[in-house]
């Protein structure tokens, strides 16, 4: 609750801040002067009220999306070793990280992957697929179990929901903004709004919405790092090393969007779109392992 708090306190601070230098730079003014009744306080208002509501839906549905998105099954009365083994995992891990029991799925894929989603720490689900559990040893997938758990304690669904909010907030209000300049402006509309300011805002919001989407993806990243420590604390650096490496020879079950980011994996990119990868490359994942693991024993 005190990050929600403080993010909406930043989002709130940065969005006045905002409003008064448009004013200072004569924005509103030049819009009002071409006949624009634009509020920009209103807009505000508005655009946080869009940007955070999308988001925060989002997180709230995130279980119930992931299950049917991925066809993922909760374990509730484990029948198999492997089930049963999974299950005293994650209610270990639960403790030591001191938070409440999971919910455990398995979701039915060939490839190796396992995701952690919910709206809070103490509401979660961590799934595996099917293929890590045929694929990787016991000490490899406790230490997956562990990144996932590692997502669940830190906040991670929570921060990067209200780092989303802050975005989706600036793009919409930053879409309305453009979009009165050219229609007021540019066009010289009188009235009301044109067809240029709709054109503009749709046009302003795509492509805001791309930019903005790489700062995300920017804290994902740094955020799958400390994940990755977190799964070593729990299991062990080597057997984190080594399920880093079995991902790596093969490529990672695509994991719908709205979950890649909080996916074990997931697959490479080159060249610029790296900046819209959720996840670092899995060789630099195992070398700062590597090094954290030696400058322990040092």
């Known amino acids: 609750m005190k990050r929600i708090l403080l993010f909406l306190m930043t989002n709130i601070a940065i969005m006045v801040v905002l409003s008064i230098t448009l004013r200072l730079l004569g924005v509103d003014s030049i819009l ?4 624009s009744d634009l509020n920009i306080q209103a807009l505000v208002i508005l655009s946080g009220v869009i940007g955070f509501g999308g988001a925060f839906i989002s997180l709230a549905i995130s279980k119930w999306m992931a299950k049917r998105m991925t066809g993922a099954v909760v374990i509730t009365n484990p029948s198999t070793n492997i089930e049963k083994w999974l299950i005293n995992t994650v209610e270990k891990q639960a403790a030591i990280v001191g938070i409440k029991m999971p919910e455990v799925a398995i979701f039915p894929s060939p490839q190796m992957n396992a995701f952690a989603t919910g709206a809070s720490k103490n509401n979660a689900l961590v799934a595996v697929s099917q293929g890590l559990l045929d694929n990787m040893a016991q000490g490899e997938i406790e230490a997956v179990v562990g990144h996932e758990m590692s997502h669940v304690a830190n906040g991670d669904m929570v921060t990067l929901t209200l780092i989303q909010g802050v975005v989706n907030t600036f793009v919409v209000f930053l879409s309305r903004i453009i979009g009165h300049v050219v229609d007021r402006v ?18 302003a919001q795509v492509v805001l919405s791309v930019l903005a989407s790489a700062i995300v993806m920017y804290f994902s990243r740094k955020r799958e790092f400390i994940a990755d420590t977190g799964g070593a604390d729990l299991a062990g650096h080597q057997n984190m ?30 060249g610029l779109s790296q900046l819209w990868t959720s996840h670092p490359p899995i060789d630099a994942r195992i070398e700062a392992l590597e090094k954290r693991a030696a400058g322990m024993s040092s």
């Open 32 to 35: 009002a002067n071409n006949g």
């Open 186 to 203: 540019i066009l010289k509309n009188e009235r009301g709004h044109g067809i240029g300011y709709f054109v503009t805002v749709m046009i």
């Open 241 to 270: 090393i080594n399920a880093l490496k079995r991902l790596a020879q093969k490529e990672p079950e695509a994991l719908p969007e709205q979950l890649a980011a909080f996916g074990i994996d997931e697959k490479p990119k080159s």
